[in-house]
């Protein structure tokens, strides 16, 4: 059995030491605080009411009560305003939390040695705490008598709506304190803020919750050249590019209807009269309760960059045209070249010897990759330039793999490699897309595979996925036919497994030039698939090979509509990444 000291709990702390509500008591800032009368009168009234002659509110520290109002207390207690615990009753009432109703002091075993007693001529004693709403008792209001009484029930109940009123007035005068602070707080916050974006290089404004105008900072009123009285009164219109004002407003009204942030490029003129190209950026400001209180607003000066950037569109412009326009020139005499080597072959000329045999495939087979190289640059202009057209039919997948199988065999044959054709595991699957430009992206991957593998083989796999994998970008959301294009290749590194879909990257130079690469034909594949809705993906690893998968969406019978290029037609639209321009489409 446990000894009897064991089990002995140590003495909990009297509500008096509790550091809430020591805490609590000093946060009122009524301790040692002159009378005021919206306290004498509530001690006043008790004084009345109960026919007491003293009352007091009484406010209770660790080692003396202060008296914020008394009422008949005789001298020199009354100028002190103050006593020791020692002449306290109301600590009793604290420490209970509850009322303490005393008809006889001096027969009280709680208080018959209190000195009040004897200095204050306390003898019968009423105390009501002064409970806050946070549950802290500060003190009491209480009525004394100097000699016996019996307190009635309609006494104590007055006793108690009185201290209610006393708590009520403290919480109020918390409150006005409080929100006394916190506009002196917003106020030095306004100031802060004002000299911050006033030092800021960019213009700057804020506005109200409904949008008017509340500030616009000294950047703005240089640039613009007008007072903020007149930007306040609407001027700041004046100032946006006619061609550019609707779309500003039609932005504002939206953010301002819905509490979403709003960014525009338009031209603002500036004190000289010129109009220049600024970013536009306005987001709402939130409290803690997530309202908007205001908004903020920022315009960067991107006159630069716009007109570096209307350059660039017209270079490349020209470069697409440009090389339109020489892929055309070059083809046309190159299919004569490939044309008469054709006939040289076939023996219209008469018989060749075996040299010239030779020299006429070379031919044959330069001329062929010179027109594989002219057509990959004329969809890479046709890609740029935004004129890419695409199909979206339903079509059997296992022709086109059949199709593009024939183009690429010989190559595969010659190669040494060993072809798995494992396609036929949904001879019945059907795609929604362009049969021609599928058979394009299928001979690229295979051809690809061909000239990056030295031995070993080449599988063709299909599958079917319900969801979009998380590899895929598109917003499409099935189901999914992907295609995979396996080889036992070089392998690409980690690194580099995106840059492959970039125009003209490549991941060996000299081994690309040795196998007379262009590097072009992912990134068209990967364009091409982009354009169908769908998706050109790589895993690979360095030394085991790599497998690329085209995703096409699966027509299925459950998905009886061909998708748009976006995936979905709601979601977004998706833009060619290098020229940021939509490609064009045909529908079906």
């Known amino acids: 059995m446990a000894h009897p000291e064991s089990m002995t709990q140590p003495p909990q702390p009297l509500a008096l030491d509790q550091p809430a509500r020591l805490a609590a008591l000093e946060d ?33 520290e660790q080692e003396r009560q202060f008296f914020k109002s008394c009422v008949g207390l005789p001298e020199p207690w009354a100028s002190r305003r103050q006593t020791p615990l020692s002449h306290s009753f109301c600590q009793h009432v604290v420490n209970a939390g509850e009322p303490l109703v005393i ?53 104590i109940a007055t006793l108690r709506d009185l201290a209610a009123s006393v708590v009520t007035e403290i919480e109020m005068r918390a409150l006005v304190a409080e929100r006394a602070q916190t506009q002196a707080a917003l106020r030095v916050s306004e100031r802060r803020f004002r000299l911050l974006v006033d030092a800021s290089p960019e213009m700057m404004w804020d506005n109200q919750v409904d949008g008017t105008p509340a500030y616009f900072n000294m950047r703005y009123r240089e640039y613009t050249g007008l007072p903020q009285e007149e930007l306040l009164a609407g001027g700041w219109r004046s100032a946006i590019h006619p061609e550019d004002l609707e779309k500003v407003l039609l932005a504002r009204e939206h953010a301002f209807a819905t509490g979403t942030p709003y960014q525009v490029e338009d ?7 010129e109009y220049c190209w600024h ?15 205001a908004w903020i607003g920022a315009a960067a000066n991107i006159d630069s960059v716009i007109v570096a950037r209307q350059e660039a569109e017209a270079a490349n412009r020209a470069k ?3 090389l339109a326009t020489m892929s055309h020139e070059i083809r046309t005499p190159l299919n004569a070249v490939i044309g008469y080597a054709d006939l040289l072959d076939a023996g219209v000329a008469g018989s060749l010897s075996e040299g010239q045999q030779g020299y006429v495939e070379r031919i044959k087979g330069s001329g062929k990759h010179l027109l594989t190289l002219v057509n990959d640059v004329l969809d890479l202009a046709r890609i740029e ?50 049969e021609a430009r599928v058979r394009q992206v299928l001979v690229n991957l295979l051809s690809n595979a061909v000239k990056f593998s030295e031995a070993g083989w080449v599988r063709l796999r299909c599958k079917v996925h319900a969801e979009t994998p998380p590899e895929v970008d598109s917003a499409y959301e099935g189901p999914w036919l992907a295609v995979e294009v396996e080889d036992t290749g070089v392998g690409i590194a980690p690194e580099l497994q995106e840059d492959v879909f970039e125009p003209f990257v490549q991941v060996d130079g000299a081994y690309t030039r040795l196998r007379k690469g262009t590097g072009l034909g992912l990134s068209i594949s990967r364009t091409l698939s982009r354009l169908m809705a769908g998706d050109l993906t790589v895993r690979s690893t360095p030394g085991e090979g790599s497998t690329f998968t085209l995703w096409l969406p699966a027509a299925t019978r459950d998905n009886q509509r061909a998708p ?22 045909l529908s079906e």
Request: charged residues 30%.
């Open 28 to 60: 009122t800032a009524l301790l040692d605080s002159l009378p005021e009368e919206s306290f004498d009168r509530l001690a006043r009234l008790a004084s009345r009411l109960l026919n007491a002659p003293v009352a007091l509110v009484s406010l209770v």
């Open 103 to 155: 008809e006889d002091a001096r027969k009280h075993p709680l208080v018959r040695d209190n000195l009040a007693i004897r200095d204050l001529d306390v003898i019968a004693y009423a105390g009501i705490p002064l409970i806050t709403s946070g549950g802290h008792a500060l003190g009491s209001l209480c009525a004394i008598d100097s000699e016996p009484r019996r307190w009635t029930e309609d006494e």
């Open 267 to 273: 031209r603002i003129r500036n004190h000289q009269g």
């Open 279 to 293: 970013r536009v950026r306005v987001v709402p400001v939130r409290d803690e309760r997530g309202e908007i209180t």
């Open 320 to 322: 697409s045209q440009f």
């Open 385 to 434: 330039a935004g004129e890419m057209t695409v199909q979206r039919e339903r079509v059997l997948l296992k022709g086109v793999v059949l199709d593009a199988l024939g183009i690429a065999g010989p190559m595969l044959e010659k190669q040494g490699l060993q072809l798995s054709d494992e396609t036929d595991c949904y001879p019945a699957v059907e795609f929604w897309g362009d």
């Open 564 to 585: 748009d290029r976006r995936g979905s037609g709601d979601r977004r639209t998706r833009q060619d990444r290098r020229t940021g321009r939509p490609a064009r489409e």
